[in-house]
Nanobody
Framework: QVQLVESGGGLVQAGGSLRLSCAAS????????MGWFRQAPGKEREFVAT????????YYADSVKGRFTISRDNAKNTVFLQMNSLKSEDTAVYYC??????????????????WGQGTQVTVSS
């Protein structure tokens, strides 16, 4: 089992940047595919990005491709989401999640067994 704690959210102007972190407990962090999801008010939780166990492969939703970067530090049990060129439509609660799936590409919400509590990102226009 793993516990996830996100941090780094906040209020930023459109065009600005934020870096989210997700710290994981336990010794098996490198065994998980990690993902970031987000949920805006009144909308379903949606896939943002995922990274494989080694950090060598990353995948993004079309809406964030070229602006967001997911990375991980297995020595520090942490996954990051660097968000640049933020837009008002990026406003949401952002969640990190851990998956046991063998595939590198895991965009399905149902494939993630463990979730953090979320961190709010608000982009003002």
């Amino acid at each position: 089992q793993v516990q996830l704690v996100e941090s780094g959210g906040g209020l930023v102007q459109a065009g600005g940047s934020l870096r989210l972190s997700c710290a994981a407990s336990g010794r098996t962090f490198s065994s998980y595919v990690m993902g970031w999801f987000r949920q805006a008010p009144g909308k379903e939780r949606e896939f943002v990005a995922t990274i494989n166990r080694s950090g060598g492969n990353t995948y993004y939703a079309d809406s964030v491709k070229g602006r967001f970067t997911i990375s991980r530090d297995n020595a520090k049990n942490t996954v990051f989401l660097q968000m640049n060129s933020l837009k008002s439509e990026d406003t949401a609660v952002y969640y990190c999640a851990a998956s046991w799936k063998l595939s590198d590409y895991v965009p399905q919400r149902s494939s993630y067994a463990y979730w953090g509590q979320g961190t709010q990102v608000t982009v003002s226009s």
